[in-house]
């Protein structure tokens, strides 16, 4: 196969790659396909204790020469039982990590559904069950922490028929085990099943297509450079491979199995760890990997985040609707569950509006984005370069930066409510409205908040949501004009403003 150097090439690489794909699935119809082992994925609700049987079959079932050899966390490993492999991806169990789970079971051929016999179906049991029935994932479910005394399998069994979840021998077919993680009883047992269950899915690759599968994490190590994890679903993936996906592409320049070693090549189902992407992909993308003769391809940023930023600048106006946000963290997966968190932070009267997304520490530049956009930065999992700081500090520039995400929407929310508090001197409930045909309204209120002053300025408020703002034009107390009203008192007052204020409004009087 060869290409003209043009940049086009990588476009053209995806296509004939793609092809290549398709002329497989055509051929492998009849041809030598291979077995390969199964990709296992192990959801469940926080807590009921999926790290633990990760760490147990970690620790356990790794070729015993292997076993302690790990030194990173690539995202997954392979384990022998045996005689047979399993590939474990080794997803966060964190609430905050749903988007990558989802992305997870997507490229899992079976689940591990864990439920904790003491505290049987939680939400995240819920919404497990809800993404293993979307994205049609055989899974088997895991009665954890038998070993407790509070423990009742009988309750999970039933619990789970509410949500159509039939186990073997009570009415259904979907396989179970009863477990500890803690003291591995049943462990053994549940991975028979996770092998029998791969067999029966009859799982093949196909070693001449090209090869392809899913990329699990991305990061931006400060020695190695971008180092992607992946999983092989199909091929045959060697170093020296020309690699793309949707969004990034390069040549796999170092290839390096679960265990950090270099390897030549490896087949599926195996994780890889690849060096020599140009540019950082996506967590969940499908890649796709090929040889290329002679030519050289040019790879090509089609997808850079960051020229939308500009799109994204507020004006001052915009900034008292939106709260301006710059995040920062270790990995595009804990970017993207960072962002989750943020999305659904319940912040009454600010919408959140991202301007920068991206992997690394905390640098100068994000902190002058900050400076002229009124941002607050964040960072979860990274680091704030020291010049970062100065220049943060010297420019009173928020930066909230911690290891623990939900920390990080905590400390957000107060400091955002001491801000509010900061700047609200008083606040006035609207109790009626007499009359509004000008743009001077007469209306009653009583100040819950502060000393209500005379001719200041006011912001409006409905359903914490700020509409429009006015000035109080005069201020009067049983009937008399009057400079202030005291928190407590009820006072009319005429206001002049182009938003309507309707009964049940706040007026706001900040600083
Ligand atoms: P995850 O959030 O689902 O990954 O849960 P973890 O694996 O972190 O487990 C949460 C807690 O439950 C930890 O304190 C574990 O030690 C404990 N745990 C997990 N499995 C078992 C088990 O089988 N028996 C008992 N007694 N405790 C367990």
Redesign the pocket.
């Known amino acids: 196969m060869r290409l003209l150097q043009s940049p086009c090439n990588y476009l053209i690489f995806l296509l004939i790659l793609q092809d290549m794909e398709q002329d497989s699935q055509l051929l492998s119809k009849n041809k030598n396909l291979l077995p390969r082992p199964p990709i296992v994925v192990i959801l469940?609700?926080?807590?009921?204790?999926?790290?633990?049987?990760l760490d147990y079959i970690r620790k356990t079932n790794l070729a015993a020469k292997e076993a302690g050899e790990i030194t990173q966390s690539i995202g997954a490993y392979e384990v022998v039982h045996h005689n047979k492999k399993i590939t474990f991806i080794d997803t966060p169990?964190h609430e905050a990590f749903n988007k990558m789970r989802e992305r997870g079971a997507n490229v899992a051929d079976v689940a591990v559904l864990?439920v904790a016999a003491d505290e049987s179906i939680k939400p995240q049991t819920k919404e497990s069950i809800e993404i293993l029935n979307k994205t049609k994932t055989p899974f088997i479910v895991a009665i954890?922490?038998i070993?407790?005394p509070t423990a009742n399998i009988n309750k999970v069994i039933n619990d789970l028929m509410d949500f159509n979840v039939l186990l073997e021998k009570y009415g259904g077919n979907i396989p179970w085990q009863a477990?500890?993680?803690?003291?591995g009883d049943g462990v053994s047992e549940l991975l028979d099943l996770i092998i029998l269950m791969g067999e029966m899915e009859n799982l093949t690759y196909d070693p001449k297509a090209a090869a392809s599968g899913v990329i699990i994490e991305s990061k931006l190590d400060s020695k190695r450079g971008i180092t992607v994890s992946a999983i092989l679903k199909n091929g045959i993936l060697k170093n020296g491979d020309l690699i793309a996906t949707d969004s990034a592409s390069g040549k796999i320049k170092t290839l390096e199995n679960f265990l950090g070693q270099r390897v030549e090549s490896l087949s599926p189902s195996a994780p890889a760890l690849i060096l020599g992407f140009e540019t950082m992909p996506e967590v969940g993308e499908e890649f796709f990997a090929g040889e290329i003769d002679l030519v050289e391809i040019q790879p090509v940023k089609i997808f850079e985040r960051k020229v939308e930023q500009t799109e994204n600048f507020v004006s001052p106006e915009d900034s008292r609707n939106y709260l301006n946000l710059i995040l920062k963290a270790d990995t595009s997966g804990s970017l993207e569950a960072l962002k989750n968190v943020l999305s659904s932070l319940p912040l009454k009267d600010k919408k959140v509006k991202f301007l920068e997304e991206a992997v690394g520490d905390i640098n100068d530049s994000d902190v002058k984005l900050a400076q002229a956009t009124g941002a607050i930065i964040i960072g979860f999992k990274t680091k704030i370069q020291k010049t970062a700081q100065e220049l943060a500090k010297i420019h009173s520039i928020k930066i909230i930066n911690s290891e623990i995400i939900y920390e990080i929407g905590k400390i957000l929310e107060e400091s955002l409510a001491e801000e509010k508090s900061q700047k609200t001197i008083a606040e006035l409930e609207v109790l009626a409205v007499f009359n509004q045909k000008t743009k001077k309204q007469i209306i009653g209120g009583k100040v819950t908040t502060g000393v209500f002053k005379n001719r200041s300025r006011i912001k409006i408020m409905r359903n914490s949501e700020e509409i429009g703002w006015g000035k109080v034009i005069n201020l009067q107390s049983q009937k008399q004009d009057v400079e202030e009203v005291r928190s407590g008192n009820e006072c009319g007052l005429l206001i002049e403003s182009d938003t309507k204020i309707s009964i049940g409004d706040h007026l706001i009087q900040e600083l």
Do not use: C, F, P, R
């Not at 469940?44 to 049987?53: E, N």
């Not at 477990?179 to 003291?183: D, E, G, L, P, R």
């Open positions: 469940g609700h926080v807590d009921h204790g999926k790290t633990t049987l169990g864990v954890n922490k070993d407790k477990i500890s993680a803690k003291t």
